[in-house]
Structure formats: C-alpha cells, structure tokens
C-alpha cells in the first residue's frame, strides 16, 4: 500500500485524515508543516520544493513501512508538496493512528524528523530582498 506520496497541487487534510480512520484506532496524531515567512531571520517570500521522485517516493515509503514495524499503529501516511508554495501553504502531512496515542505520537514524530534527513526533497528559499537559496534538506 502506498504510504507517502509527492503533490504538486495543495491537498485536503480531511480526507488524508479520513483514510486512517479504523475501528482499532484509539488515537491519532498528526503534523504539518508550513512554508513561514522567516528563516534563520531573513524574510522569506516563497519557495519552491524539487524532488528526485523516484528515489523520493521509494525513500519515503521506506520510512512510513519503518514506522509501521517499528510502533503498535494501526496506519500511517505522509503527503510532501514539490513546486511553488507560498507563505502560509501546507507543505507537508503526516498522520498516524494507533490503539494508544502515546505510539500515534512517537511514530508521527519519527516519520517527520526520518522524511527531513532522509527523503531527497531540496529547499530553494526566495527572500524578501531578492535574494535565494538552497537549503540542505535537514533545514527544511
């Protein structure tokens, strides 16, 4: 089964959230992570999310299929936008359910801070001054 996915368009929390609903399912957590106007205090204007897909998309759900051995959840899944985001634009989802949430909420945190170090999503920050940049993906 498909667990972490790339889009190019925004998409809907509720219906993500709607697919892990399950009746073993006790708890649920969940992340987003949003495109804000600052880093490392500099203004940010926007940004634009690229991706290897391929090596992206298998890198991912190797980590989603990690979580799903690794804790008692129930199911887990993870959205990463690619292209141009701007300020305020949900950028990445990750949501998790479980009989218990102390795992819905271990499992969640170890699929985000997993897909920031490992999944090859790169940065380019556009500031407000004009200037821009790539950022390691651990920066993201």
Known sequence: MKRFSLSETPFDTATLRAQLLDDRVGGYASFEG????HNENRAVGGLRYEAYVALAEAEGQRILDEAMDRFAIVDAH???????LAIGELAVWVGVSAAHRDAAF???????DE???RVPIWKHEQYADGDAGWLH????
Do not use: E, F, L
């Open 115 to 117: 897909v920031k170090a």
């Open 78 to 84: 993870c959205v990463h936008r690619i292209g141009d």
């Open 137 to 140: 993906p651990d920066s993201r």
């Open 34 to 37: 949003w495109v804000r106007n």
């Open 106 to 112: 271990a499992a969640c945190r170890y699929i985000i």
